[in-house]
């Protein structure tokens, strides 16, 4: 099977693990704390994803 390769991620409703890491500006161990956190993590089969608005959500109440 392929690895599926999308660039779209600007009002994506889900995003993998690296494009994750891209939007936060962070590195792996960060970008899926972060996603645990603000429970943001959704299984499809063995793909994991994130719920970005969750994420945006968390950082903003996180926010000072």
């Known amino acids: 099977m ?4 999308a660039d779209n991620t600007a ?3 889900m995003v993998t693990t690296e494009q ?3 939007k936060l500006n962070c590195g ?4 899926v704390s972060i996603g645990a956190k ?3 993590r ?3 089969g063995r793909r994991v994803w994130y719920n970005v ?4 959500q968390y950082l903003e109440k996180i926010a000072v």
């Open 42 to 44: 959704i299984y499809v």
């Open 53 to 56: 608005r969750k994420v945006e």
């Open 11 to 13: 009002g994506a409703l």
């Open 28 to 31: 792996y161990k960060s970008a």
């Open 20 to 22: 994750l890491m891209e």
């Open 38 to 40: 603000a429970e943001a």
């Open 2 to 5: 392929r690895k599926t390769k």
